[in-house]
């Protein structure tokens, strides 16, 4: 009885999401992974408001979270939270690589199985020993570096297409584009002059911070010169300000995590800022790849001649709009069993069938046969759940056995943090120089 319960409520509110999703989206494949997005993002939010309700779950130590004076049950139910989205994506993944009709069905059904999943994932996980996510948070710290480059390139495209669009409609002769163009840079550069001095200011005598700081700033001032040199048309201020903006928040929030060194004592408005900050941003990029389309691109992020970083990860809508063999042999298999149900059906249940006449919407089979879209998009959703958790715990600072993080751990996941800013900083100035330097091939 428990189980059928549960089975139900599972459906319940994997289908609720679904009608939700079906009521603003026309693309079937938008629905499904919009489902997968908000899923995420009601994790984060019940994770985050955890945080404030940290003393009412003392009653988990008994589940094996052991704690002094029980100050890291938060944290530690957002490093188990963050394992259990972990399996789920990674069961789904499973699934997929067997590109057939069982995979198309874990995907985009299952409910109930799903969250029956999460549940039985998550109350295991309680009996698990903390030092288990000591382990667990070391290869979250990695696997997020690979999700905030993912969402760089997310965001670049993103200001590239902005910066486009108003360029576009200034060019038809809406003057006030140009001024809300100039407005945003200068809002941009401004706010990285003025949080790079508050940075020297915070973190003088720091070790390395001075150093850190510098570099970011002379990348900074590179990406923001490199367009008015004219090596490549393309290049936008705008959006090397954005990246500017962006490193300088990866430098600001990898510095904070040195422990007993910045002189500034933030208050408790701080942290929450950057943290909401973090989830706006992994949500911007999660919706790009959910509604985004490769052929509407910007088309600027190109490291190589035909390599686009952004088309090769948003999905080509006028393929998906292709049907194969399979598409129309899955089509006529359900036109059969549909008609066969309906033959069988008693006049008292008239009512029924005429629900169960109404076109019900699926994926195309070719989308799990052919394509790899889905099997990207696990894999972005299953990096973008582990690094839930390093954003919640800034970074593994907050540790899952309740010890205070010493200046080994700090200073790891400063270099982490470090390292992606300056990945991102060289990564974008090459997508601007790689047409000057590789004369020889065509970037268009």
Not at 76 to 84: A, E, G, I, P
Not at 409 to 417: A, H, Q, T, Y
Request: proline share 3%; glycine share 6%; with cysteine.
């Amino acid at each position: 009885m428990c189980l059928q319960i549960c089975c139900m409520g599972g459906g319940l509110v994997c289908q609720c999401m679904c009608e939700c999703c079906k009521t603003t989206l026309g693309s079937f494949k938008q629905q499904v992974r919009l489902t997968y997005v908000i899923q995420l993002i009601i994790c984060i939010a019940v994770l985050f408001l955890i945080s404030w309700i940290s003393p009412i779950l003392t009653f988990l130590a008994q589940f094996g979270i052991s704690c002094p004076n029980n100050a890291c049950i938060g944290m530690n139910v957002v490093y188990r939270m963050s394992f259990t989205l972990a399996v789920m994506h990674s069961v789904i993944l499973l699934c997929l690589f067997c590109r057939n009709e069982f995979s198309k069905v874990m995907n985009e059904s299952c409910g109930a199985f799903k969250a029956l999943l999460i549940i039985g994932v998550f109350i295991g996980s309680l009996f698990i020993p903390n030092q288990f996510f000591e382990g667990f948070t070391v290869v979250t710290k990695i696997v997020s570096v690979i999700f905030l480059l993912f969402q760089m390139v997310m965001v670049i495209d993103l200001c590239y297409l902005w910066n486009e669009s108003w360029v576009k409609k200034y060019d038809e002769g809406d003057t006030q584009y140009a001024y809300l163009l100039i407005f945003f840079t200068l809002v941009l550069y401004i706010g990285i002059l003025v949080s790079t001095i508050l940075m020297y200011i915070w973190f003088k005598g720091c070790g390395s911070a001075p150093l850190v700081i510098t570099v970011n700033l002379i990348f900074v001032i590179i990406a923001g010169a490199l367009p008015f040199t004219r090596v490549n048309p393309n290049g936008s201020i705008f959006t090397s300000g954005t990246v500017g903006a962006y490193t300088t928040y990866l430098t600001y929030a990898g510095l904070s995590n040195m422990i007993g060194c910045s002189s500034f004592q933030p208050t408790s408005v701080g942290p929450i800022v950057f943290v909401i900050t973090g989830i706006v941003l992994v949500v911007i990029s999660l919706l790009y790849i959910t509604f985004g389309d490769s052929e509407q691109s910007s088309g600027n992020l190109k490291v190589a001649p035909n390599t686009d970083i952004a088309k090769g990860v948003l999905e080509n809508k006028k393929e998906a709009e292709t049907k194969y063999e399979e598409d129309l042999e899955d089509e006529q298999k359900k036109k059969e069993k549909k008609e066969k149900e309906g033959e069988s059906k008693n006049p008292p249940l008239v009512q029924n069938q005429q629900q169960d006449e109404q076109p019900q919407q699926s994926g195309k089979l070719s989308d799990y046969t052919r394509s790899n879209g889905y099997i990207y998009f696990h894999l972005i959703m299953l990096a973008s759940a582990m690094y839930m958790s390093m954003l919640l715990t800034k970074w593994g600072t907050h540790s899952a056995t309740g010890q205070s993080a010493d200046a080994d751990d700090s200073s790891e996941s400063l270099w982490f943090m470090v390292s992606t800013a300056w990945v991102t900083s060289i990564l974008y100035i090459w997508t601007i120089v790689a047409p000057y330097f590789c004369v020889d091939r065509d970037f268009s």
